[in-house]
Structures are given as structure tokens and as C-alpha cells.
């Protein structure tokens, strides 16, 4: 039998004893919890840690507390307190390239994820997986790791409960599921809702889908300890907060009353100055220029709905961060936090998708992606489209909260998420593994970037990352171990690539060549005096524009990246 085959023999074919309808289920709290007897299982599996991999959606670079922002987000600072932020991550500036990136180890053209959920006929593009790479799960079980999902899937356009599953998760090394196929959605009434393989139709009437992701989580990792606490297990958790629609609880839309009144060109000087202070900036990195096509806040016609555009994405925050504190108090509970290896990072930039023309509503109410019903369940029109007159957070709304606060998110970078500059391709990254570093409270600068998770992931484990699988040859690993980050030691690479629909980059400390769009000249930046992208030297020094383009071009050759029409 093929590794595969051994796991699924083992655990993923077995019927689940606790198999799920939403509606049994309650939050979960450690009170509620049978108690483990016995030795921890970090000393039962002989010191392999477990992994818990938590992304963000849409996220900005200096949102959460340890960065600089002003969401509370008591439990991400604590892990970063008591772990590492590193300052200098990338990812691939779209939800599922980005994704696909992550769970392979590879570029997303490798993996056959380059653009979005669209076949385009060419290896690169045919926004499914492709059997030339596998997942971080698969990788992984066959060092004994159980493996578990939560959340955003996104990386096939197989989305149909009666179509092909191949590349769903249960089918792509995970033994439990829980979590929406599809790219986007209501977080009050989610479509493509799954419990493994399984339509969830039925849900209780105060559903939450950031809730139901963290209750699953801590659901898996509870059943694990029950059943399965001789072996480690890796947990990928991807929450759909805060993508839009701007939907939150209304008390937790109350908690962020206020916090934003003072505007956005204000908040994005304290943010910078904050990040400054804490280290997170060198102080000879500007703060980039506040977009052009974003008012002054003194001048913004509706301050009232633009505060509570941004109170609702600060309630989404909130409340992925509460639920990751479920998930860390579980492991606690269970005795294996400190032999478990926490990363947290976010998937791309903050978003600058104002959804207020016919394309964005026929795509969100009507497109092949099952985002959102045109009614509500009980018979109410979905309103569609940042409309000052209508306020954002409830169940028949669907807004955004558009480019002047997602500017505010990437602070001090520019652009948003798509782009290869900072502000689409920086992501904010927490490492937590006590018993793996001694390291407390720290920061990290090396340059790393999304394909680096899997090398960490197999490096950690012990996994052996194979050559075939299922009868494929499987590409070769792309990134690097963060192993010797952890230690502060320098990790050995010459560059990191970076393309999505024609905006392009290649990152060569001390340099970044970067280009908007197709037609976009390339613009050069020196990173180490200039971060945050404000002072363009394409000029002064030609042949180091070439000689980085021509990097890039026969990068992107190798990759499968090939001209957008």
C-alpha cells in the first residue's frame, strides 16, 4: 500500500462516531470537556510537535496588536509575546493562489492555482490542484500525523456536492473536514457548507461561521486526544475573517464603537509611529503616501458609515481572534501547547474591492461560485453594494469595507491585495513552539514567503516529502526550512518570485523589482533603506533592473507563469 493508502485504510474510511449536524452543536469550553488520563502526548510521540497552521483572510499587514494596530487581539499578542513575529513574510497576493502556495510548498502556477477558480487550458491555470504536487497533509501522514481542516478550502473549482471531490480536502490527505469549498460567503448563512465529504444543509439559528470554524478546531483537537493522542496531528485552520461581506455580531460591532473615529490618515501615522517603536519598522522606512483616490478624512462626506464599515471589520477580527484563545486553550488543557508549533499569517493584503457596480453583484448573488443566496432563509433580499445609506454588519447586508480602510490595514505599505508591491504581498507571521525555541517575545526579519511552510512542516515532522505519489511525480519543495529563523541564523536563498494576473515581482535583498500590471515599468527599490517602496531607483541603476528581470523571466519560464490576456 502507498502511504496514502495505509492513512485512509487506518482513518479515513472509518466512520466518524461523532459524526456532526451543526445544529447539535454548542461552543465548547474547557469545562465541558472530559478530562485526559495518562502522560502528555508530546512525550508519547517521542517529541514531534504538532502543528496548527491558522490563516487569515484578507487580513492587513498591521491590523492585529503585536503589529501595530489598534483591533484587540488579546490572544494573537499573547502567542507572539510569547513566541516570534516575523517582519518580513510574503504571501501571493490573492486568497487562492495563495493557498494553494501554502498547502504545496510550491508557486501557485506549480501547483496548477496561478490566477483564480477558472481552467484557462494551460498547466498554470487551471484553478484546480494538480497532481504534480501534494498538500502539507499528505506530505505529512505518512510520518504518522493525523490531519485535520477547518475552514476556507478554495484551491479547485470542483464545488458541487454531486461533482467530483478529488481535489476536495478528505481527498487530499486530511481525515476530517469542516469548513466551505468555495472562495467567499455570509457568515451568518454560508453555501457549501461540508462536514467531511457532506452537505451541512441545517443550521442553528444564531450560526456564526468564524465560530463554527473554531468550534470544529477545538473539536478535532479534543476528539484527537481522545482517540488518537499516540501520534501528533497537523491542524490547518482557515478562517474566512474578515474577506468580505462585512457581517459581525452585533455586540461585537458595540466593542469597536468608537476606536476608528479619529479617520484614517490619523490612524495611519499612529500606526506607523506604534510600528516604529516596537521595531517592526526601521525608522529610514517612510510611510508610503496615503492613495490618491482616498479622500482626506476631514473631507469624507459619510464618516458615520465609513466608522462602521470599519467597526465591523474590527468585530471580524475580534472574533477570530477569540476563537484561536479556544484553540490554544485546548491544547493547554490537554498539556501540549508547548510541544505544539503555532503559525498564524494572512493570506494576502488588506482588500480594496469596493462592491458597488452590476459585476460585483451578479458575481456575488448569481456567479458559478455559490458566494450568496439572493434571499436570505427566511425571505429577505440580500442588499449588495457599499451604500452609505444602508449600515454594514447584518445578515441581508453585503458590503466591504474598501480602499480607504485597507489602506489604513497595510500600513506604512502601499497598494492592497492582487499587488506585488508590499501592501499585497506582506503578511504579518507568529511562531509559537516553546519547547522548539527558546526565543520569547522576539522578532525575526529574514525575508520568507509561503512556500517556506511546507519545508518547516516536513523539517519539524520528521516527514520524508516524496518523490512520487499515487503513482505521480511530484515537483520538488520550493521553499526553505524556517527552522534556522527560529534561531535567528540566516536562511540560504538567492531570491523569492512573485506573480498574479500580471503584477510581478522578484525580491533579492538588498533588492525589489517590482511591477504593476502588465504594461507596468519595473520599478527597483532597496529594501534595506526603503521598505516601503517610496523611492523608486529603476533610473540610477539600470543593470541591476536587468539583471533582476531577466531572473524573473526565467523564473517564471520554469513555473508555468504565462501572459494574461
Avoid at 517521542?46 to 484587540?72: H, K, M, Q, W
Avoid at 473631507?299 to 468585530?315: D, I
Avoid at 494572512?346 to 448573488?365: F, K, Q, R
Amino acid at each position: 500500500m502507498s502511504p496514502k493508502e495505509t492513512h485512509q485504510a487506518a482513518y479515513g474510511r472509518r466512520e466518524f462516531v461523532r459524526r456532526l449536524s451543526y445544529g447539535s452543536l454548542s461552543i465548547l469550553g474547557a469545562s465541558s470537556l472530559t478530562s485526559l488520563a495518562g502522560c502528555s502526548s508530546a512525550r508519547r510521540h517521542a517529541g514531534r510537535p504538532n502543528i496548527v497552521l491558522i490563516l487569515a483572510d484578507d487580513l492587513g499587514y498591521s491590523d492585529i496588536g503585536c503589529f501595530g494596530g489598534e483591533i484587540r487581539t488579546p490572544n494573537l499578542d499573547r502567542l507572539a509575546g510569547n513566541g516570534l513575529c516575523f517582519t518580513h513574510f510574503h504571501n501571493v497576493a490573492r486568497c487562492c493562489p495563495s493557498r494553494a502556495s501554502l498547502l504545496t510548498g510550491l508557486y501557485p502556477h506549480q501547483a496548477g492555482v496561478g490566477a483564480m477558480m477558472n481552467d484557462r487550458g494551460l498547466p498554470g491555470y487551471r484553478g484546480d490542484l494538480n497532481r504534480s504536487c501534494v498538500t502539507i497533509a499528505e506530505a505529512l501522514m505518512g510520518a504518522g500525523y493525523r490531519t485535520y481542516a477547518c475552514g476556507k478550502w478554495h484551491v479547485t473549482r470542483f464545488i458541487e456536492p454531486d461533482g467530483p471531490k478529488h481535489n476536495w480536502p478528505c481527498q487530499r490527505g486530511f481525515d476530517r473536514y469542516f469548513g466551505t469549498i468555495t472562495g467567499a460567503g455570509s457568515f451568518f448563512e454560508p453555501m457549501t457548507l461540508t462536514l467531511d465529504n457532506d452537505p451541512v444543509d441545517a443550521l442553528p439559528g444564531d450560526y456564526y461561521h468564524t465560530d463554527g470554524i473554531s468550534e470544529h478546531a477545538v473539536r478535532f483537537i479534543r476528539d484527537h486526544g481522545e482517540d488518537d493522542a499516540e501520534e501528533p496531528f497537523f491542524l490547518y485552520t482557515a478562517f474566512t475573517a474578515p474577506h468580505w461581506p462585512l457581517h459581525a455580531r452585533a455586540a461585537d460591532i458595540e466593542r469597536s464603537r468608537g476606536r476608528f473615529d479619529a479617520g484614517w490618515d490619523r490612524l495611519r501615522q499612529e500606526r506607523y509611529e506604534r510600528m516604529v517603536s516596537m521595531g517592526i519598522l526601521d525608522p529610514r522606512w517612510r510611510l508610503s503616501f496615503r492613495d490618491s483616490r482616498v479622500p482626506p478624512w476631514d473631507e469624507e462626506e459619510h464618516k458615520a458609515w465609513q466608522l462602521r464599515r470599519m467597526e465591523v471589520y474590527a468585530a471580524q477580527v475580534e472574533a477570530m481572534d477569540r476563537g484561536i484563545g479556544r484553540i490554544v486553550s485546548e491544547l493547554d488543557r490537554q498539556s501540549i501547547l508547548d510541544n505544539t508549533l503555532i503559525l498564524f499569517l494572512s493570506d494576502n493584503g488588506g482588500c480594496h474591492e469596493e462592491l458597488n457596480t452590476p459585476g460585483w453583484y451578479d458575481y456575488i448573488l448569481r456567479g458559478k461560485d455559490r458566494i450568496c443566496r439572493e434571499f436570505t432563509l427566511d425571505g429577505k433580499p440580500i442588499t449588495v453594494g457599499n451604500l452609505p445609506e444602508i449600515m454594514p454588519g447584518p445578515y441581508d447586508t453585503y458590503q466591504s469595507y474598501g480602499r480607504p480602510w485597507a489602506n489604513l490595514s497595510n500600513t506604512p505599505f502601499r497598494l492592497y491585495k492582487t499587488f506585488a508591491h508590499a501592501g499585497g504581498v506582506a503578511t504579518p507571521l507568529i511562531a509559537h513552539w516553546p519547547t522548539g525555541f527558546p526565543a520569547r517575545g522576539e522578532l525575526r526579519n529574514q525575508p520568507c514567503h509561503l512556500i517556506d511552510l511546507m519545508s518547516t512542516c516536513v523539517d519539524v515532522s520528521g516527514a520524508a516529502y516524496p518523490r512520487t505519489f499515487d503513482g505521480h511525480d511530484i515537483t520538488p519543495m520550493e521553499g526553505r526550512s524556517l527552522v534556522p529563523a527560529f534561531a535567528d541564523r540566516p536562511m540560504e536563498r538567492e531570491a523569492i518570485y512573485f506573480e498574479h494576473i500580471r503584477n510581478r515581482a522578484v525580491l533579492a535583498p538588498p533588492w525589489k523589482l517590482v511591477a504593476r500590471g502588465g504594461e507596468g515599468l519595473w520599478e527597483l527599490y532597496d529594501m534595506e533603506e526603503d521598505r516601503t517602496e517610496t523611492q523608486n531607483l529603476s533610473v540610477q541603476y539600470p543593470n541591476q533592473v536587468e539583471r533582476l528581470a531577466s531572473m524573473w523571466r526565467q523564473w517564471a519560464e520554469r513555473v508555468n507563469v504565462q501572459p494574461w490576456e
